[in-house]
């Protein structure tokens, strides 16, 4: 069978690792809640309108990524390759428009066709954070601040930068696009063909371009700067005020960009130099237009979303499973006691693991295999006691334990 492979971009996430995305995702859930955000999920697929809607009919994700497939004649599904567009369809559908400011924690697996590699997988996670309803600067900078928080509690914040741009209001956005498209017009034939093509449909996203010959032409491109408003500046100045008074560093970067039309405003990213070309761990900005662009009313938003795998290859080294007391039962009469003070341990909270079968020795080694901070050995005499015996497998030394007593003492190991 060629076929039990796991499909290209897709992979297992083994106990090791998984113990790294539990680190990240338990980390961002825990300081997300304390910024007052709630868990909700959306299904894992929906009509592929969702995501064309929303992540607008010529980006990459739409015109290259999606999984879709058909359920029924004329209905297309696909598989979610981000949160934000799900998120916005429940806000419409659901009704949540009604108790806003809505503050969304999300985590799950998405799906995008790319060419795998490192740090990008056709299946991989993310955790993403939602913020709608609030048009004050003051969201951006607690969402920034946001994830900050929880690169810094991964210990991260040292080994990333953010980066931060403004896109402008609405107005501005269109005058510097109108100011791209005459700058890389009279360049057209220097121009990738992906970025010809860009430049008809989406200019602002040529400045995304990761070809060469268009990252020469872009270094001279016009700067947003240039062609912001008077209100998008001080929208931004604010947004800078908030994060200079929280001690949040930042880098400006005005090539930064996200290239849909209802982004507008604040945009970001924090960036490693340790995963090559996938540097990104988590990005994010305003999209003031996204809602009623899919339909819904009005309403404002901004989040982010980063990479559970990348954030796992950045942590310094893998949460060590917690180490288990075994139970070894010795001689087939101490068999069922063994399983029930296994039990009782386990419910007293201890984590626990009952030798299945084997001799006294081979229990033990498997003991010691697992890493057990301690064996509890139970003979006929142990039995006849009411009592284990308690081996300390760091220090090799034993003590017969009353069962009574015996969850308190298991209680002052270290
Ligand atoms: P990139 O430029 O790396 O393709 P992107 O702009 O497509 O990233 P977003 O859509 O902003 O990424 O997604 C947010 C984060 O999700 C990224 O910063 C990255 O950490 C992670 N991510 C995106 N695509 C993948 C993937 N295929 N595999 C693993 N992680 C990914
Ligand atoms: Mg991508």
Known sequence: MSNLQPVRGTRDILPEEMRRHRVVVDAARAVAARYGYHEMVTPVFEFTEVFKRT???????????????????????????????????A???????????????????????????????????????????VAEPQADVEIIALGADILSTLGLGEHTTLELN??????????????????????????SADSQDRLVRNPLRILDSKDKGDRALIADAPLFGEYLNQQSKDFFAKVLEGLDLLGIRYTL??????????????????????????????????????VETMGGPSVPGIGWAAGVERLALLLAEAPQAPRPIAVVPVGDAAQPAAMKLTQDLRHAGFVVELGYSGNLKKRMQRANKMNARAALLLGEEELAAGSATLRDLDSGKQELVSLDSLAERLSHLS
């Not at 999606?66 to 567009?85: H, K, N, W």
């Not at 403004?166 to 360049?187: N, Q």
């Not at 290239?259 to 999209?287: I, K, M, N, S, W």
């Open 55 to 89: 992540l607008g009919e010529t980006s990459d994700v739409v015109t290259k990524e999606m999984y879709t497939f058909s359920i029924s004649d004329g209905e297309q599904v696909t598989l979610r390759p981000e949160a934000t567009a799900g998120v916005a369809r």
């Open 91 to 133: 806000l419409i559908s659901g009704g949540l428009s009604q108790s806003l400011p809505l503050k969304v924690f999300y985590t799950g697996p998405m799906f995008r066709h790319e060419r795998p590699q490192k740090g990008r997988y056709r299946q991989f996670h993310q955790i993403d954070v939602e913020l709608l309803g």
């Open 166 to 191: 403004t896109l402008g209001d609405p107005e501005s956005r269109k005058a510097y696009r109108a100011a791209l498209v005459d700058y890389f017009s009279d360049h057209r034939d220097r121009l």
């Open 253 to 290: 970067n005005d090539r930064l960009v996200r290239g849909l039309d209802y982004y507008t405003h604040t945009a970001f990213e924090f960036t490693t130099t340790a995963l090559g070309a996938q540097g990104t761990v988590l990005a994010g900005g305003r999209y003031d237009g996204l």
